[in-house]
């Protein structure tokens, strides 16, 4: 069964730390894995793709790696602040739109 | 001001009745979708369409219908049939199916049931 599992399930950090998000696929066969940051009450908005021969991509505070042997993938945030208060989901596509699989999120808490 | 929005941003549904919920791009997309988002769960897909007066179920797609008219306008209808509607509803659009496109999401409608 394709699935994706992400951890934390919430957290809470201090403003301008840094912090590192988790997500681990079974999906198989693997095309893409892309992040999303969902504003509460809101649509989620992409972050960044990563393809199967990409290790790590970068989008400002935001750096995505991806280990296609582990299957695992992260989204590291620098310096975080207020504004990045949101949940973090992982997708992972498996070759049809009906077999699209989306992680439960993260939600993180930056507070002052 | 290109952009998908929904509406209305909540909704409240009495026993027994069918909803219609909006969903407008004019971002020029061929795809669009119907997700369901319920806490802790991820999203899952209701419906989609490739293309106009064309659309196919999702992995939930019992209790609701939608339609294609225009390329521009993918309404959802929850109907009584679904026991269970209160979630957030997001509607997504995106050039095509390939699955490393993009897709572009709604602010979204949150659905309750009186």
């Known amino acids: 069964k394709n699935q994706v599992e992400q951890s934390p399930q919430s957290l809470i950090i201090l403003e301008g730390k840094n912090c590192t998000l988790q997500?681990?696929?079974?999906?198989?066969?693997?095309?893409?894995l892309r992040w999303y940051k969902q504003d509460t009450g809101r649509g989620p908005v992409s972050l960044t793709i990563?393809?199967?021969?990409?290790n790590t991509k970068s989008n400002g505070r935001y750096t995505a790696t991806l280990d296609a042997d582990t299957k695992q993938s992260s989204l590291h945030i620098t310096a975080s602040q207020l504004s990045d208060s949101a949940s973090y989901i992982c997708?992972?596509?498996?070759?049809?739109?009906?077999?699209?699989?989306f992680g439960t999120g993260t939600k993180l808490q930056v507070i002052p | 001001d290109g952009g998908i929005t929904q509406s209305p941003k909540y909704l409240f549904r009495k026993e027994g009745q069918n909803v219609t919920l909006s969903c407008e791009q004019n971002?020029?997309?061929?795809?669009m979708y119907w997700y369901r988002q319920d806490p802790g769960q991820g999203l899952r897909l209701i419906y989609y369409?490739?293309?106009?007066?064309?659309?196919q179920k999702g992995d939930i797609a019992e209790g609701y219908s939608v339609s294609r008219e225009k390329k521009e306008s993918f309404p959802l209808t929850v109907t009584s049939a679904q026991k269970n509607p209160t979630a957030f509803y997001l509607c997504?659009?995106?050039?095509?199916?390939?699955?490393?496109?993009?897709?572009?999401f709604g602010p979204g409608t949150r659905l309750l049931v009186l």
């Open positions: 990563m393809t199967f021969s990409e």
């Open positions: 997500c681990n696929y079974t999906v198989s066969p693997f095309s893409n």
């Open positions: 997708v992972v596509p498996s070759g049809g739109y009906q077999k699209v699989t």
């Open positions: 369409s490739q293309i106009v007066n064309d659309f």
């Open positions: 971002l020029n997309h061929d795809a």
């Open positions: 997504a659009s995106s050039t095509g199916l390939d699955p490393s496109e993009t897709q572009y």
